[in-house]
């Protein structure tokens, strides 16, 4: 395969790593439990009985025998229309029906408790009007993993005074005047802390990875894309004009499949050498709570010498003796990831991303990125949280205070997890995962689930098509270290409850997924 460096810019080799063999044992195959097909079946009849009723009520909408208080696009004759007729009827008829389930406002920190405010509406969710009345309820939602989103304590007293001090916007891009002290300090602390040789920082975690793709691979490179990757990696890989293969998640055969074809064949009808290979896959899966099996991608990818850009957006952090993310969790060296990329939205309490990788790429990053070109700097405030709290994580506050976050995390997560499937619950993912998806499959249970534990004082997020699988709605619960035990078992006794009324606890059969 050809390395050289076409005007995208550089993606360095890693260097090999010292875990290879060793950390095959560390990443562990996970179970999932399949539903009864009663359960399947009775999902799919429900949607169809949803698209018949959809049908029927537009049918009435057209004959003018029945109101309906939507938006319709005018005078765009010879346009193409902003939405499909598949997305106007889904979003009309399915989930303007659970619509009250998600733009939930909250009123306070999003801690391990927050407060929810409640709203009515008059016209069967096409709209709604808040009140004053706010729901107390433990926090299940919120990607607060280590607890530092806090209204008070070191983290918050640090920002409060930078922000006396710096204000609390730059004003300006990082080109122009918009380069403080504090935003070199933070990407010092981001290489040390990722183990790489520089760092970048950005003011939007999508953009991260929306905005740098294209800056990294282009016209004549291929990209190795995980299904089941994130938005962001999706639309990125889109602009870079980069040639797009989807693997199957986490399956290395499917992986090694398209890493042989692309190596053998070329590139389509010249069949020259592909200019650059990048394999890109997530560290935690955010919709699956899956763990990417890291070493044996670092094996094909030195096998193929392809290169490799690693999302540890919900991982950096989170997993990870002291938080250093999945290549810490699998013993895998960083050198052999060329490209680490993150976020300071989940464990950091914060927002922003960042890429990790080594000199070269960061300069090439610096000169083109149209998120480092083109977009204000990161505020004061947010650089401040970010070094707060890393720097916590890292030790180098003095205090254990990181290393009981980490703990209080991985205690919480396995606990919530093993009582989950003790209970009955379909859950998807790794142990080490703080991410805990649980299947409800039928439509109607998503609502019904998400209102229910709203009344027994517990905010969750419900998730379904499009962003699952057809049949695979679920509920997803992010776990923190600020949970205690008596939140969490809490938590747990309200989920049986409901679960109970809804029928979810049902026996099912083990396959290895």
């Given amino acids: 395969m050809g390395k050289n460096e076409a005007s995208e810019g550089p993606v360095p080799n890693g260097t090999p790593g010292a875990a290879d063999s060793a950390a095959h044992s560390q990443y562990k195959q996970w179970t999932v439990k399949e539903p009864p097909m009663i359960t399947i079946m009775m999902t799919y009849f429900q949607y169809t009985m949803f698209a018949l009723i959809g049908y029927v009520e537009d049918w009435l909408a057209r004959m003018g025998w029945m109101k309906v208080p939507i938006a319709t696009e005018r005078g765009n004759k010879g346009f193409v229309p902003l939405y499909n007729d598949f997305e106007a009827f889904f979003m009309r008829h399915h989930y303007r029906r659970i619509r009250d389930c998600w733009d939930r406002p909250?009123?306070?920190?999003?801690?391990?408790?927050?407060?929810?405010?409640?709203?009515?509406?008059?016209?069967?969710?096409?709209?709604f009007n808040l009140t004053d009345e706010a729901v107390h309820c433990i926090n299940l939602g919120s990607y607060n993993y280590l607890g530092f989103a806090q209204n008070a304590g070191p983290?918050?007293?640090?920002?409060?005074e930078q922000t006396r001090v710096h204000g609390p916007g730059v004003c300006s891009t990082r080109?122009?005047?918009?380069?403080?002290?504090?935003?070199?300090?933070?990407?010092?602390?981001?290489?040390?802390?990722?183990?790489?040789?520089?760092a970048m920082i950005f003011g939007m975690g999508f953009a991260t990875n929306s905005m740098n793709m294209p800056v990294l691979v282009g016209k004549g490179c291929l990209i190795l894309s995980d299904r089941l990757n994130h938005t962001s990696l999706v639309l990125g890989s889109r602009l870079s004009g980069a040639r797009i293969e989807v693997y199957e998640h986490n399956n290395m055969k499917s992986l090694e499949a398209k890493l042989r074809k692309a190596i053998s064949g070329g590139q389509p009808r010249t069949h020259r050498p592909w200019k650059k290979i990048l394999i890109v896959m997530e560290g935690i899966y955010s919709m699956e709570g899956t763990i990417c099996n890291l070493p044996e991608i670092v094996r094909l990818k030195k096998k193929y010498k392809a290169y490799l850009y690693l999302d540890e957006a919900h991982s950096i952090g989170a997993i990870g003796k002291t938080g250093r993310g999945v290549t810490e969790l699998l013993k895998v060296n960083t050198d052999d990831v060329d490209?680490?990329?993150?976020?300071?939205?989940?464990?950091?309490?914060?927002?922003?991303?960042?890429i990790a990788a080594d000199k070269s790429v960061i300069q090439h990053l610096r000169a083109n990125s149209h998120s480092g070109v083109y977009a204000v700097s990161m505020s004061v405030p947010v650089v401040q949280q970010v070094l707060s709290s890393m720097r916590i994580i890292m030790g180098e506050d003095g205090t254990k205070e990181g290393e009981k976050r980490l703990m209080s995390l991985a205690e919480n997560t396995k606990y919530f997890r093993r009582r989950l499937q003790e209970m009955g619950f379909i859950i998807y993912g790794n142990e080490e995962s703080p991410v805990v998806p649980m299947l409800l499959y039928v439509p109607t249970v998503i609502g019904a689930f998400s209102r229910d534990c709203l009344k027994r004082g517990i905010g969750v997020v419900v998730v379904g098509f499009p962003a699952t699988p057809l049949i695979e709605s679920r509920a997803r619960f992010c776990l923190s270290a600020a949970h205690t035990r008596e939140h969490l078992d809490k938590t747990l006794e309200a989920i049986q409850q409901v679960g109970d009324n809804l029928l979810l606890t049902t026996y099912a059969k083990h396959t290895t997924h």
Wanted: with cysteine.
């Fill in 106 to 127: 909250i009123c306070s920190e999003p801690g391990a408790e927050f407060d929810v405010l409640m709203r009515t509406s008059q016209d069967h969710n096409y709209s």
């Fill in 155 to 160: 983290c918050a007293d640090a920002v409060e």
């Fill in 175 to 198: 080109h122009e005047l918009g380069t403080l002290a504090c935003h070199q300090e933070l990407e010092e602390l981001v290489a040390r802390y990722t183990g790489k040789e520089a």
């Fill in 339 to 354: 490209i680490m990329m993150g976020t300071f939205t989940k464990s950091f309490g914060a927002s922003g991303g960042y």
